[in-house]
């Protein structure tokens, strides 16, 4: 990956703030009910696939078990709303536990009365078992490949664990949340869904400045020097397993938040969110929309699950193979993604086969922008 | 004991499946350091060539020789995802040399347009479509080297590829015509029937045991043997240990890697269609059939350690019995009066899912101990 990025225009900033901001305010009221909702859905994933940037492109580990802390968040939202409105049901609990013959809520969902505790659990619970999973893994030197493979193996544990406690988390079935109550009101009315909307696209911005903030100076820079050279990081004298277990916490923690947005717009969380597929598109939001550029994984994960919903519409076979085909094309022939193209030399490349710029035969900040300087 | 001897069977049997199913990865994945996710899908291709054998096979003019379907069927299973194996490490898998994160994106990208091919093409003209693949690929490599060494071998080979298009085509339509349900596509998933001589039950030692099973360990073996006695002793085994243990140095000993490369992958990817034979064998065949087993698979190289077969083969055999153990909930059964809070633990993981679960609980916990699998490979990198 280049270093030299052009650095945009302040104007072109400025006017994307606002055309961004008038976009956010405007949408619920031009797009309709559905296709908010969708939007919505998947503004809650660009925030999961910030996670995965931070760790797959600025760091160097390829999680494919994103869809564990993803579902951890979502659980704990759905269970909190299935709590708060179960007065109406025997034992004041959920009404699924009575299927079971469960008559007291099990002792771990207790604290998920208190709305401040599950406010605080959704990042925090995802965040502290990506931090386990990854220090245990770290600590061992495993990378690479192995860190993937292990990473989707936990991914299928969860599943199957999820997938087989029905007297715990009503199993396969999941938890639905749309009929839910929250403040007097039905989670899943238009009312509730638009304030919900905006929630996503407010979280959505303050994540992606987090995220900058959190890749900026010296803590970005051994990340991406673990990406690039690990031993070298480590001869240096920094340990690269406290900043790897601190990186893949916070995607985790970002991947909870994600999944309590998008359950409480898709009406359910169930071991579906925990599937390897699911887990797996994730990581190719972020490669088509450039890893290592921030904006590039939003871009990514609104554009292609947008793809997603027109083309499964339209001709339901076709998306597998148009999925396939971009795994392959963008690992292939576009590595650095659609933004990171464009932000490094793919169009002033494009314009010379065309001959319609200079070509350059030194170093771009020599030749191009010698008046800035380098921007070393 | 009895209850012991058992388990044991029983271990080995799901051990066996697993071990012929990461076989293939394990090799491939010692040699290029590739992980390759659409191992499962190459095992699906084996598995629906053992249907299409099966189908081809009640053709009245094949009739007398049914029986022997399921062995002719381990072959074709063989060469079907070698080609398609062979096909991927020529395509895709060879531009990614040295980048394995990508390559384990791009497989899973092709596992998917596999999946999908199965569903949406009816498997005649699939069949079809490897015949003309394994005759656009191979063909060439046995041109009598005058035409090979030729000004005009592009045109030989461009006319190589119509005849095999042709071909294809052909054997699609043919097969398309005289086996009805092999012309539409479905994505519905179909069986294998057992030839009669393999159903059954014998009995070994006082416990009855299924006869497919006892095949699918006989198929094991038989992988194992030939792939040990491919790599120890004949000039291309050489060739291949000697890459995987350090690929520059071979290189410039004249090892050409390009084709080590080829014909690893080829044989990895071939033993995945073995794999797919024996797992036609234990149920229905569905597009998916290759996700169940695959990160098994992986769990099996990640134990054993890379580069060595004796490692693959124990880790398979232990997460086998385990399995069995721990799912069955046999430790109960062979220890009845154990104190209440452990029986309480082993019924609670006494399930298939719930025993994935303990087992890769298990892995993690001997990977703090041993992070480079049971049997790792010696070296002084700083990296491995």
Not at chain 1, 184 to 201: D, K, L, N, P, Y
Not at chain 1, 243 to 261: D, E, Q, V, W
Not at chain 1, 262 to 288: C, D, H, K, N
Not at chain 2, 294 to 323: H, Q, Y
């Amino acid at each position: 990956m280049s270093f030299s990025k052009i650095k945009f225009d302040k104007k072109i900033v400025l006017s994307f703030w606002i055309i961004l901001i008038a976009l956010i305010i405007a949408a619920p009221t031009l797009l309709p009910v559905f296709r908010l909702n969708l939007l919505g859905r998947y503004l809650s994933l660009s925030i999961v696939a910030l996670g995965v940037d931070l760790i797959w492109g600025y760091t160097g580990l390829l999680s494919l078990g994103q869809g564990i802390f993803f579902a951890l968040g979502g659980y704990c939202a759905a269970m909190y709303l299935q709590i708060t409105s179960s007065s109406e049901f025997p034992n004041n609990i959920p009404e699924f536990f009575a299927l079971y013959g469960v008559e007291k809520l099990p002792f771990f969902w207790e604290p998920f009365r208190s709305p401040i505790f599950t406010f605080f659990a959704i990042w925090i619970i995802p965040a502290l078992v990506a931090g386990l999973i990854g220090f245990l893994v770290f600590r061992n030197r495993i990378k690479g490949v192995y860190f993937s493979i292990l990473t989707q193996a936990s991914l299928l544990v969860f599943f199957n664990f999820f997938n087989g406690q029905q007297k715990l988390i009503n199993g396969t079935n999941g938890l639905k949340t749309d009929v839910t109550q929250l403040f007097g009101q039905m989670v899943g009315s238009e009312s509730m869904q638009r304030i919900f909307f905006w929630i996503t696209a407010i979280l959505v911005i303050a994540a992606w400045f987090f995220a900058k903030w959190v890749v900026k100076g010296r803590f970005g820079n051994i990340l991406i020097g673990i990406r690039d050279d690990e031993p070298r990081v480590r001869f240096t004298g920094y340990n690269p397993v406290i900043f790897k277990t601190i990186i893949f916490s916070i995607a985790g923690g970002l991947a909870g938040i994600s999944g309590a947005l998008y359950t409480v717009q898709s009406g359910i969380v169930s071991p579906q969110f925990m599937t390897v597929p699911f887990s797996i598109e994730m990581v190719i939001w972020v490669a088509v929309g450039g890893r290592g550029t921030l904006l590039g994984a939003i871009l990514g994960a609104v554009f292609i699950n947008y793809a997603k919903s027109l083309v499964s519409e339209a001709l339901p076979a076709s998306w597998m193979f148009i999925q396939g085909g971009l795994f392959i094309l963008v690992v292939t022939a576009l590595p650095e993604g659609v933004l990171g193209w464009i932000q490094g030399d793919g169009p002033r490349n494009l314009l010379q086969r065309f001959g319609l710029k200079r070509k350059i035969e030194t170093y771009p900040s020599l030749e191009v922008n010698n008046n800035e300087g380098n921007n070393g | 004991m009895e209850l012991l001897l058992d388990s044991l069977f029983n271990g080995v049997a799901i051990g066996s499946v697993l071990l012929v199913a990461a076989l293939g990865l394990a090799i491939v994945f010692g040699l290029m350091g590739v992980i390759n996710l659409a191992h499962g899908e190459l095992m699906m291709l084996g598995a629906y060539t053992t249907y299409v054998t099966q189908l081809i096979f009640k053709l009245p003019i094949l009739k007398p020789f049914y029986n022997s379907y399921i062995i002719v069927s381990i072959f074709l299973a063989f060469i079907v995802s070698g080609v398609v194996g062979i096909l991927l490490e020529k395509t895709i898998i060879r531009k990614l040399y040295g980048s394995p994160l990508e390559t384990l994106l791009a497989t899973w990208g092709v596992s998917l347009i596999l999946q999908q091919f199965v569903r949406s093409v009816p498997l005649a003209y699939g069949t079809g479509l490897v015949i003309s693949l394994l005759i656009a690929l191979f063909l060439p490599t046995i041109f009598p080297l005058k035409i090979k060494e030729s000004i005009n071998f592009k045109y030989y080979k461009f006319s190589t590829w119509i005849f095999a298009a042709l071909t294809g085509v052909l054997t699609g339509s043919l097969i398309s015509s005289s086996v009805s349900k092999l012309s539409r596509a479905s994505a519905r998933n179909v069986d294998v029937t057992a030839p009669s001589w393999m159903r059954g039950q014998v009995e070994i030692i006082g416990t009855t045991f299924p006869k497919t099973r006892l095949m699918i360990i006989v198929i094991t073996l038989i992988s194992v043997i030939a792939i040990t006695l491919f790599l120890n002793q004949s000039a291309w085994g050489m060739r291949i240990r000697a890459v995987t243990q350090n690929r520059q140095m071979s290189d410039c000993l004249g090892i050409s890697t390009e084709k080590v490369d080829i014909i690893t992958f080829g044989i990895g990817s071939g033993l995945a269609g073995v794999a797919g034979v024996a797992v036609s064998l234990l149920g229905s065949v569905g597009p998916n059939v290759g996700g169940n087993y695959i990160v098994g698979c992986f769990m099996v190289v990640v134990l054993g350690g890379v580069g060595n077969l004796l490692g693959t083969v124990f880790a398979s055999f232990g997460i086998g019995i385990m399995t069995d153990l721990i799912g069955a909930g046999r430790l109960l059964s062979i220890w009845p009066d154990m104190p209440l809070p452990l029986s309480n633990t082993i019924n609670f993981f006494a399930t298939t899912s719930m025993a994935r679960v303990m087992i890769f609980a298990l892995i993690v916990i001997f990977l703090q101990f041993k992070p480079t699998g049971l049997f790792p490979q010696k070296g002084r990198m700083v990296e491995n």
